[in-house]
């Protein structure tokens, strides 16, 4: 994973916390997920998705995602 492939999905808006797609480059590439298409993951606490999307396009797996204060007006 190279973070600057995800530069395009970062905004204000988007952004819940520093350095996410960093941590998460060094995550996936220390530890590499060997997933496909019948693996899931569960991203609890994934802001507005952004590490989401990077794991589904990353790992090919299911990902289901959840995050408790994101205001659902917007």
Do not use: Q, V
Request: aromatic share 6%.
């Amino acid at each position: 994973m190279n973070y600057k492939d995800y530069l395009p999905y970062l905004s204000k808006d988007i952004l819940m916390g520093p350095s996410s797609l960093i941590i998460l480059e060094e995550l996936l590439t220390k530890h590499p997920l060997i997933m496909n298409e019948d693996k899931m993951i569960l991203d609890l606490g994934c802001g507005k998705g952004l590490t989401s999307l990077i794991l589904a396009k990353e790992t090919n797996a299911l990902i289901f995602a959840n995050n408790l204060w994101i205001d659902k007006k917007r």
